[in-house]
């Protein structure tokens, strides 16, 4: 039996070091909405402090050690993301779990505590996800920069490339639908706040994709601070009172939202002209985290067309 | 004049100030309410005729007298109505509530949350929306009432042990303790799910948005027997102000005083807290003004807080749907900001709404 000489067995193990070391080493710098950041060149164990960057991960076939908290009925992938640990449980980030999984990258956003990121900053560079402010509505550019980070821009434009084909499509077969009708989103999390969402925002720009022309009442709200408007229910009737079709929100797993579910029994719902003449259709989850949200969108949409078209 | 004749004279000015507040009599005293009552019925009018939403004046008219349809009918009609009843009726449990707190614990500074009432209702909350997925102000109140009851009488149980039975420090102590653990493991539980924590955050705020006669109308019995229930305790409460003991010589059953209060202040609070969430400053608030105004007279009190409770409580939140168009200002905030201020100078007035 061959027994290799000490001094072969201290080389290769001296190799073996000075390989890891340089691949270890061997950065790049990307550029993301906050500015650059320099990642590892091939990011293996990745952490998310929300499910916003989780989603994203798993549908570009990457798995995080560590993520944000998500319930089971919010996410299509619970059988794939059981199992990773939760090192945030919605707002504080448990740095210490962080810091015990040795993640060479860490996906987090821009409503985190700036303190809590300095200190994430110090165990693995972090790139900050726009969730809030001007880059909520930017919902493929958030995806975007995550399949850029862990080297899955091919996967990403397969995705986007799919999307945007599914999207001509109902263009294509819905046509004369689309020519003449025009819809409005609205959403109600807290009692009594309704949300109604503009063309800009992010279900907006997956709805314009797929040819739904917005009504001018809602188109109106725009702020420029953002595309999600706040209104109350006094005025919520005016700003759909010109749209002859009316959205709603619905959670992924197509229950109804309480909140939503309360006010679509009220007189002012019943009210909206598009509601009174049988016009409002669940549309999907509003805020967007990946593309299977946006597709859950699509999917709703192609099924209130069919129905408006009585196909 | 010499300097301690001065003094005696300002003092004795004081001691009169505080007894008769800034009416001399009661045909002072029933002339101010009746100027509160015109001020509470123009803010009534006024919460119908102005919102987020902008009406001319005449067409709030034709939708009050029924001529008016679609969505102006349906926002006079289906959401200021309602909305300004759930003001009046939150207001005057809030402040009445208040009014027997301050009264029962002889400190000016006790809030009807005082006895784990929000906390309790909080909690239930929590596990309402935790458990159960509850998201609509209906289901919120079927969890809000019944856990502030039972917060309540928790806090009165633990607030009796003892020789001396359910005194007012004991009921204060055990109140801010479990308040304090129940507020503990709510938050604890809201920052584990990031859906509580977006639900709670709304309720949170205190606010009359989306109050429809579905939430209020059930409460309707609890707020009318709550109201009751603190008439009862109005005239003894005076007697008890006298000191224990004098209280005890003019009739006063101390014990079962504390228990009437305690039930008026459960059932008001915990039905008002169930329909516009935790609402700041109203119960603290409007009693020190309505002893500013009357003096230490508890049934005088009593029944300025029924008009001054729905005043502040209908104008916070007329201000809350104008400033901030088209979206709307929770109630619970504007209660806070106007408060605040009101009450730090009502204390520099320390002497003149004294207990």
Known sequence: MHIPSLRSAVYGLAAALLLTGSVMAQTRTIETTFGPVEIPENPQRIITTHYIATQPLVELGVLPVGQGRIDEANTPFWDQISDIPFISEGVEINVEQVAALQPDLIFSINLADEQQLAQLREIAPVIVIGIRGADRSNWQNRVHQIADAVNKLPEYEELETQLAARQQQIKTDYADVLANENFSVFSVWTPGQPVVFTSESMSGKILTGAGAQYAPASEALALPEGADVNLSEETLGDALVDSKNVLYNINLDGSDNPATAEFKQSAVYEAIPAVAAGRSFPIGKLTIAGFADANFILDNFEKALANISGK | ?355
């Open chain 2, 1 to 355: 004049m010499a300097a301690g004749d001065i003094l005696t004279a300002e003092g004795q000015r004081e001691a009169e100030e505080r007894r008769s507040g800034l009416t001399a009599s009661n045909s002072q005293r029933a002339l101010g309410l009746l100027a509160a009552l015109a001020v509470l019925f123009l803010l009534v009018l006024l919460s119908i005729a102005v919102g987020s939403r902008p009406m001319p004046l005449n067409t709030v008219i034709e939708a009050l007298l029924g001529r008016a349809s679609g969505n102006d009918a349906v926002v006079v009609l289906n959401l200021r109505l309602p909305r300004t009843v759930s003001a009046m009726i939150t207001g005057l449990s809030l402040a009445l509530a208040g009014a027997l707190i301050q009264a029962l614990t002889r400190n000016p500074l006790a809030d009807p949350g005082v006895l784990g009432v929000n906390a309790g209702a909080a909690f239930a909350i929590v596990i309402g929306i935790s458990l159960f997925d509850l998201g609509a102000a209906y289901q919120y109140v079927w969890f809000a009432f019944p856990g502030a009851i039972l917060a309540t009488l928790v806090v009165y149980r633990i607030g009796s042990l003892g020789r001396a039975g359910a005194t007012p420090i004991q009921l204060t102590l055990a109140g801010i303790a479990l308040g304090a653990v129940l507020n503990g493991l709510a938050l604890g539980l809201t920052l584990l799910d990031p859906d509580v924590f977006d639900r709670m955050r709304g309720w949170n705020a205190g606010s009359l948005a989306g109050r429809g006669y579905e939430v209020i109308l059930p409460l309707l019995p609890i707020f009318a027997l709550g109201v009751l229930v603190a008439g009862l305790a109005a005239a003894p409460l005076n007697a008890a102000a006298l000191g224990e003991d004098l209280g005890a010589a003019l009739g006063v059953n101390l014990a079962h005083l504390r228990a009437l209060v305690v039930v008026a202040v459960t059932l008001l609070v915990g039905a008002a807290t169930a329909v516009a969430g935790p609402i700041g400053f109203v119960g603290l608030m409007v009693p020190h003004v309505a002893r500013w105004i009357v003096g230490p007279d508890q049934r005088w009190i009593m029944l300025y807080c029924l008009v001054l409770g729905p005043v502040l409580v209908v104008a916070a939140d007329i201000v809350g749907r104008l400033v901030v168009q088209p979206a709307e200002l929770p109630v619970g905030i504007v209660t806070a900001l106007l408060g605040a201020p009101v009450l730090i100078v009502l204390v520099r007035r320390r002497k003149a709404s004294a207990l």
